[in-house]
């Protein structure tokens, strides 16, 4: 028997693999848009990395997978994976090539996908035990800066990341992608209403900063007179536009970053790692 199939025929896998036409695969497949996450409940983790933080956090009680679905060759590459996907109990599927690129969003697919439970927290609830450092995103459209964004909350140690306004679907496939993911490692939650979101932020002992490239203050001299070492509830706008004026005024204050050399400005992403990390360093020193 090769290597190739045997993760194929061992105990507790299906030997034949789901097509694209497998109702099961047509189910997962709906979680591709936005409407069928919602009415399901459920969202697409794709690639080895992001099962396996999935997994973990299954074990660990924040998140529940429904469903594994890996073609022979990601099996195959990545042993590790089923292990831990069959010592978890959760149900794994083998899928032709073709059913593994319908349920993804990627021009290479990689052949591993979960379903994943949508955790539905909201606002108030991630907010609940007084965080010291968040991300909120006000009309961020781009899922890859969503998705970065959330990855750089977490590896700053930021409680939460906060959605609101029009901001894309952080569990759209491309966000889930660029988070790596860390969606796993912290909470999500959205809300429309961005006075109300901001509202939680100060009533849980938060101070709204927007990061604003017009901005008076920059970072060094907010840093020099200790306001970033505060609890922070830090506010990243669009990709277009930043911040807009009602945001702009339902702030404590905004801050620049300062640009030493000749560049115009910086992308969302950048910006969202400088700020973050920018508090996270003074907190810990006023520690």
Not at 145 to 167: P, Q
Not at 195 to 212: I, M
Request: aromatic share 4%; proline share 6%.
């Amino acid at each position: 028997m090769s290597s190739r199939t045997e993760p194929a025929r061992r105990p507790g896998i299906e030997r034949t693999p789901l097509t694209e036409r497998s109702s099961r695969v047509v189910t997962a497949r709906k979680l591709t848009r936005r409407a069928g996450r919602e009415r399901a409940g459920a969202f697409l983790a794709e690639g080895a990395q992001a099962v396996r933080e999935a997994v973990t956090a299954q074990l660990g009680g924040t998140a529940r997978l429904r469903d594994v679905f890996a073609t022979e060759d990601a099996l195959t590459r990545h042993p590790d994976v089923w292990e831990a996907v069959d010592a978890a109990g959760i149900p794994l599927h083998p899928v032709t090539s073709r059913a593994a690129a319908s349920l993804s969003e990627t021009v290479t697919p990689q052949g591993l996908v979960a379903v994943c439970d949508l955790p539905g927290r909201d606002v108030d609830e991630v907010l609940a035990d007084r965080p010291r450092l968040v991300a909120v995103l006000v009309d961020v459209a781009d899922p890859g800066n969503a998705g970065t964004a959330v990855r750089v909350a977490d590896a700053a140690g930021c409680a939460a990341v906060l959605f609101a306004g029009d901001t894309v679907d952080p569990y759209n496939g491309k966000a889930v992608r660029a988070s790596t993911g860390s969606l796993f490692h912290l909470p999500l939650a959205r809300q429309r209403d961005v006075p109300s979101v901001l509202r939680s932020c100060r009533e849980a002992g938060l101070r709204p900063v927007g990061a604003d490239g017009a901005a008076v203050e920059d970072l060094d001299a907010a840093d020099l007179r200790g306001a970033l070492a505060e609890p922070t509830a830090w506010v990243f706008g669009s990709e277009a536009h930043g911040l807009g004026r009602q945001v702009v005024e339902e702030l404590d204050t905004t801050l620049r970053v300062p640009l030493y050399g000749q560049a115009e400005s910086l992308n969302l992403a950048t910006a969202t790692a400088v700020c973050l990390y920018a508090s996270a360093r003074a907190q810990r020193r006023a520690r």
